[in-house]
């Protein structure tokens, strides 16, 4: 851990830091706690419906269907027939009962967390401890497990509900959020709204190990739609009617007016009429109904006259075209291929690639056969111990308990089994960097195939499970040199050739790959991270880049082959440039810079820092 020099702590009353007195304190994230609010809420969730279903098996189940002789009395007796029927009503009863206890009770942890210290907008420093950084990262982890039983479970659309029945998020009625690995917290929605697939809104983001927690409310308006790939940082204000295209993306704390604008790039800026229209391939007509639907309602039924609509639509196009004043070029036209030049060997597909690893994926899931089996052989094991007593009052308290510890024996069982499976690949054929091809016959590829199947199914069950940050037993397990001061949150990480540094942090969303096929070839080279490292989210690390202590990669952002990230500085874009160095922990946190979209400006604006009062006097202000 980093410390204070003996002078900066005597001096730590006077407001006189300097440069080489900043403060720089690791967090520290309190596994313990974590373990016993995950078990609480696990636990309390599934005695409820073991008891509903042992009950109903004891006492109707058991007696009228099981012990029924005669196969033709199922269907000819009542109640037979009845406890036959209501086994799949039991156990969606149940299902739902345990949803419920999920949320009552990771309601009233919230609660209370709440209590002790609220939630706010602002600046939370990360270089120091605080009461205020401990408890957001407490609330973020009382989320995880009801937010992956919602967000993978039957009913996903449910998690709207469990965010807003918790106090998380306030989200409009008619509004829909497709899969995403945020919004989830701090954000308040609007009515009739679509967030599309992938996109997020992340009311949450870190500046470096020791930078930043930026953590301010996202709110949207009625109608507001993401189309997909989405991101709105923190602070974000959206109002009604306001569109925004694939990859369309808002930085911290942008403002939009919407008004049935379209607005698309990274960072996003309104779009006009003849671009909108040549994206969608709309009609002059198409916008307009869009700009003012109640008109054309009104126009179709016959409550309004023609001659009142010409009007109406003249003053919109006056109004938009005063708007259009001192912006983006309008007549600026998306250039048009000319399709009659192409020629057949310009449409044709080359699928040698993609056919490839279609044939060797089918080739080698026959390895999941053994692996499956001596799995599921412990789990019988261990289940016919637990049961060969019958049923019992101990049995029923117990099986919450039960029913994770097969879970997990099943899995490490898997992680086993692929473990001996990996070794004996290997001394076959030895892993290597380097450039190969992607076919059907090269022995490097075959192999590398064969070993990402034999991790993919260990790393799946794990990341689905009820614990799925543990996955960093998997990565240590199968070769990655990683130690559990470091977090892939919600990230995919290739298992092999990545060697990662101390307190490093994966963003939501990322992709973190030592090996990648490009066109006709596999590229497999290491991927190396320092220390205090922190890739952003929705970013992309290439093969062979190389990442120094203290850097920070921002959030959409992508590395190139073999790039090499300096220390101790901020690199961002597509592909990653520098930027500036990384010293967040020296900067005023008292300033936010907001975005007004519409208009094409930047402002400044003072908040006050969010952190415990006696700790303020470690941040740099105005004053200072």
Same mark, same amino acid.
């Given at each position: 851990?980093?410390? &204070? ?60 269907? +099981? ?53 706010? /907008? ?25 937010? %992956? ?48 697939? %992938? ?42 009617n306001a569109y925004m295209l694939p990859l369309a993306c808002g930085v911290k704390h942008s403002v939009i007016k919407g008004n049935r604008h379209f607005y698309f790039g990274a960072p996003m800026r309104k779009i006009f009429k003849k671009k909108t229209m040549s994206w969608l391939d709309l009609s002059e007509e198409d916008l307009r109904k869009n700009e003012n639907p109640e008109l054309f309602i009104k126009k179709k039924s016959g409550k ?33 291929? $000319? ?6 060997? /310009? ?43 019958? *049923? ?10 039960? +029913?994770?510890? &097969? ?29 190969? =091809? ?10 590398? &195939?064969?070993?990402?199947? +034999?991790?993919?199914?260990? =790393? ?22 990683? $130690? ?68 920070? *990669? ?5 590395? +190139? ?20 160095? %990384?010293k967040y922990a020296e900067e005023r946190r008292d300033l936010i810079m907001k975005r007004d979209v519409d208009g094409a400006k930047k402002f400044e604006v003072e908040h006050e820092v969010n952190i415990d009062e006696k700790k303020k006097k470690l941040v740099k202000t105005k004053d200072e």
């Open positions: 851990m980093i410390k &204070m020099s003996e002078d900066s702590k005597n001096n730590e009353d006077s407001d006189n830091n300097t440069e080489e007195e900043v403060v720089r304190e690791e967090q520290s994230l309190q596994f313990h706690v974590y373990i016993i609010l995950f078990f609480i809420i696990y636990y309390g969730s599934w005695l409820v419906p073991g008891f509903i279903f042992f009950s109903y098996v004891l006492l109707f189940f058991e007696p009228y269907f +099981l012990r029924i002789t005669n196969f033709f009395a199922i269907f000819t007796e009542i109640k037979p027939l009845i406890a036959l029927l209501a086994m799949p009503l039991v156990l969606i009863i149940g299902y739902y009962v345990r949803l419920l206890l999920i949320g009552i009770i990771t309601k009233i942890f919230w609660k209370i967390t709440e209590k002790i210290s609220p939630s706010k /907008d602002g600046i939370i420093p990360r270089n120091i401890r605080s009461k205020t950084a401990n408890y957001y990262h407490i609330r973020s982890f009382i989320l995880k497990y009801g937010k %992956n039983v919602f967000g993978k479970g039957l009913f996903p659309w449910l998690s709207t509900w469990f965010y807003n029945f918790i106090g998380t998020s306030k989200i409009g009625k008619g509004t829909t959020i497709e899969e995403s690995v945020a919004s989830d917290k701090f954000i308040d929605v609007g009515k009739n709204c679509y967030i599309g697939v %992938n996109s997020s809104l992340a009311s949450h983001t870190v500046s470096g190990i020791f930078g930043n927690i930026n953590y301010f409310k996202v709110s949207l308006g009625d109608n507001v739609t993401l189309a997909a790939m989405n991101q709105l940082g923190p602070g974000c204000e959206i109002s009604d309004v006259k023609e001659e009142e609509a010409k009007e109406i639509i003249e003053r919109i196009e006056d109004d938009e075209e005063e708007g259009f004043k001192g912006d983006i070029d309008i007549s600026e036209e998306i250039e048009q291929n $000319d399709v009659s030049t192409l020629t057949s060997e /310009d449409l044709a597909l080359d699928f040698t690639t993609s056919s490839a690893i279609s044939r060797i994926n089918i080739k080698f899931l026959v390895v999941y056969l053994p692996i499956f089996w001596l799995s599921g052989l412990l789990v019988a094991i261990y289940w016919y111990g637990y049961s060969m007593e019958g *049923v019992k009052l101990s049995s029923i308290i117990f099986l919450p308990i039960s +029913l994770i510890s &097969m879970l997990y024996l099943f899995i490490l069982g898997v992680l086993l089994f692929s473990k001996l499976l990996l070794i004996l690949v290997n001394l076959i054929h030895k892993p290597k960097e380097g450039t190969f =091809l992607a076919e059907i016959g090269d022995t490097d590829y075959e192999f590398w &195939m064969l070993r990402t199947q +034999l991790r993919k199914i260990t =790393l799946w069950l794990l990341r689905n499970s009820p614990l799925p940050w543990i996955d960093a037993l998997a990565f240590k397990w199968f070769g990655v040199n990683m $130690d559990f001061s470091s977090h892939l949150n919600d990230a995919w990480c290739d298992g092999e050739f990545i060697s990662f540094g101390r307190k490093n942090l994966i963003g939501q969303g990322a992709t973190v790959m030592s090996s990648m096929v490009v066109g006709k070839y596999l590229v497999i080279k290491r991927l190396i991270f320092d220390d205090y490292v922190l890739v952003g989210g929705h970013t992309t690390i290439a093969p062979g880049t190389i990442i120094g202590h203290d850097s920070f *990669v921002g959030a959409v952002s992508t590395t +190139l082959f073999n790039q090499v990230i300096e220390p101790s500085w901020i690199y961002f874009g597509i592909p990653v440039i520098k930027l500036k160095e %990384n």
